[in-house]
């Protein structure tokens, strides 16, 4: 018995050393047979290649990273360390061209490495991806076929899967991971859009409290901030906040949003925003504005009265837009982020484009006219605020202009009233559907239109001033035309009205008011000044700026009657802004602010 036992033990001892040879030369077989199958090696590569991708983003990713974090912030420190020596020698003409170069590559390059950490975001991602995939087709196309084999110990089991376990969870990581990195990423260009998506603009009350375009809401030149200073001098400091100089020229007038001061300027070399501190008179950025490579500056033909960015700014509240004598619209954020540019083609216009922006809700506004009106190319254009797309366009057959448009609200609807020889069209803002036309204006227009006490009130220069009554449809030149004035009437400046009077200036400084109900001359009175700047309106007082930069502030009424006279001391084309307690002017060189402080309280920033 005991024989025939140890023969079966040493039968299957013999059996157990045969099958694990036979084990042993099968999986060096499949191992043999792995490695010369194209398919497998193929994945294999696939996967070593997403390795190395993974990890030459990984680095390039983290470069970046560092790039952002300490040379940005170096830049930046350096940007206002120049800014602050150049209020310290405001003529160092060089280091202001080194303080403009440093501005534009601390936000080209802050563009650029946000948009390099979004695509290697992306990038990285997609290679894990392949690494994870081809790795684990690889390691299933390894494995070896079900068939009989020897029972693997529990402890050799328990570890295999814990390798894979480990495996899982560390791939698992590195994808969340890198979804978390292109979330952190992208997280400051997707906030901005979705705030301008969730605010697209500013309401109508907003609007009216802010300054936000060429003489303010509607473009009526009227503020609804009374307490606005009536004495200053800018030779002696008195009344004067802040003066801070401006990079470039423009005739372009302040455009204010509650802490904010929005200006243009250009030369034939460039095209900038400027945006400054309310409070301080501190640059706080400045965009640029590119043009297309096809236009230089010998194809533009401007006059010096005009100059290459006499168009005010606009703002909805939320962006700030801007255009140029290049035909170049820009859209830009409150942190002086470029949202879009486009070019307009080059404006066929004989003194230089000159019309100012005008916006409604979302929506910009240009008057684009140009040419003789026969070929076609004039335009009224409406922008996407956000995108700087073409809401709408209507196309009109009508030569240059140079007034702006305004939308003004005609019994609790919106019309958008534009001047243009030999027409005063309205149009639904919303759409561009055409509301109403006037056949009863002509030459070069400057002047823009105002609507006081219901009445649409439009300038033909030195000609006439028609008062139209908005409330028709089609043509209306027979029908809605309340009266007509034709003394005093102004080349340049705009009207403004208290709703009762209507009061003109023209550049040779004749002062002429109206009744708005029946056109009726009430007075003149001529002022011994040339004057560019239109005038405003703030309580019952007018504001009268002349070329000189002396501010006649005259009582509102029937008559005139002269309540002050205030000196700058610099030459002023540009109407004023105002805020409450506060008075911006642009001058030649400097903006000034004025309000109601001693002078010992005064600063200047150069």
């Known amino acids: 018995m005991l024989q025939v036992l140890s023969e079966r033990a040493g039968t299957m001892e013999e059996d157990q050393k045969h099958g ?63 800014r602050v020596q150049i209020q310290k020698e405001p003529a160092n003409e060089q280091l202001l061209s080194e303080i403009r170069r440093l501005d534009f590559r601390i936000r080209r390059d802050r563009l650029w490495r946000l948009e390099f950490a979004r695509k290697g975001a992306f990038l990285l991602l997609g290679s894990i991806v392949v690494l ?21 110990e529990r402890g050799d089991r328990q570890m295999r899967e814990a390798r894979q376990a480990r495996r899982a969870v560390a791939g698992g990581l590195a994808v969340a991971a890198v979804g978390m990195l292109l979330l952190g990423l992208t997280r400051r260009v997707d906030f901005v859009q979705a705030q301008e ?59 204010v949003w509650q802490d904010r001061i929005f200006l243009s300027g250009a030369d034939p070399n460039g095209r900038q925003v400027y945006c400054f501190d309310a409070r301080s008179g501190q640059l706080l950025w400045q965009g640029d504005v590119p043009t297309v490579p096809t236009i230089s500056a010998d194809d533009l033909h401007i006059m010096e009265d005009t100059g290459y960015a006499a168009c005010t700014v606009a703002t909805d509240g939320r962006r700030v837009y801007a255009i140029f004598a290049t035909g170049d619209v ?71 202009s140079w007034t702006t448009p305004v939308v003004v609200d005609v019994a609790g609807k919106p019309q958008l009233i534009t001047v243009a020889d030999p027409f005063v069209v309205a149009y639904n803002p919303a759409d561009g559907k055409e509301l109403w036309r006037a056949d009863c204006v002509g030459g070069d227009l400057a002047p ?27 043509d209306v030149t027979k029908t809605h035309i309340a009266w007509k004035a034709e003394d005093g009437i102004p080349d340049i400046c705009s009207p403004v009205s208290d709703g009762t009077h209507v009061y003109l200036l023209d550049t040779e400084g004749l002062i002429t008011c109206y009744a708005v109900a029946d056109g009726k001359k009430v007075y003149e009175h001529e002022i011994k000044e040339s004057f560019r700047a239109s005038p405003s309106l703030v309580g019952d007082k007018l504001y009268f700026l002349s070329h000189k930069g002396v501010m006649y502030i005259v009582q509102a009424g029937s008559e ?16 004023p802004a105002f805020a409450d307690g506060r008075i911006y002017l642009r001058g030649a060189k400097h903006l000034y602010c004025i309000g109601s402080v001693p002078a010992s309280a005064t600063s200047e920033t150069k």
């Open 20 to 82: 694990g040879s036979t084990l042993m030369a099968e999986t060096t077989e499949q191992t043999r047979t792995r490695d010369t199958n194209p398919w497998h090696q193929a994945v294999r590569s696939t996967a070593l290649v997403g390795a190395a991708f993974t990890a030459i983003f990984a680095v390039l990713l983290a470069v970046n990273l560092v790039g952002s974090a300490v040379i940005g912030p170096w830049r930046e420190n350096r940007l206002a360390a120049m």
């Open 132 to 152: 994870v995939v081809a790795g684990r087709v690889a390691g299933d196309m390894a494995k070896k076929p079900p068939r009989p084999q020897l029972v693997l």
């Open 197 to 255: 998506a969730g605010t697209a603009h500013a309401s109508a009350a907003e609007m009216q409290a802010q300054w936000p375009r060429f003489r303010g809401p509607a473009g009526a030149g009227v503020s609804t901030h009374a307490d606005v200073p009536t004495t200053w001098n800018g030779k002696t400091g008195e009344g004067i906040l802040w003066k801070t100089p401006i990079p470039l020229p423009g005739h372009n007038s302040p455009v």
């Open 330 to 400: 820009a859209g830009f954020d409150f942190h002086g982020r470029r949202l879009w540019h486009r070019n307009l083609g080059l404006p066929d216009s004989a003194y230089g484009y000159a019309c100012s922006l005008e916006t409604f809700e979302r929506l910009v506004l240009i008057q684009y006219d140009q040419g003789d009106g026969r070929d076609g190319h004039s335009r009224v254009y409406a922008l996407d605020g956000v995108s700087g797309r073409t809401a709408w366009e209507a196309k009109r057959e009508l030569p240059s």
């Open 448 to 474: 823009s239109p105002i609507l006081a006490g219901g009445l649409v009130l439009a300038v033909q220069p030195y000609a006439q001033m028609v008062a139209i009554k908005p409330t028709g449809q089609g």
């Open 560 to 575: 005139y009657k002269e309540l002050g006279k205030c000196e700058l001391g610099e030459e002023c084309f540009a109407s």
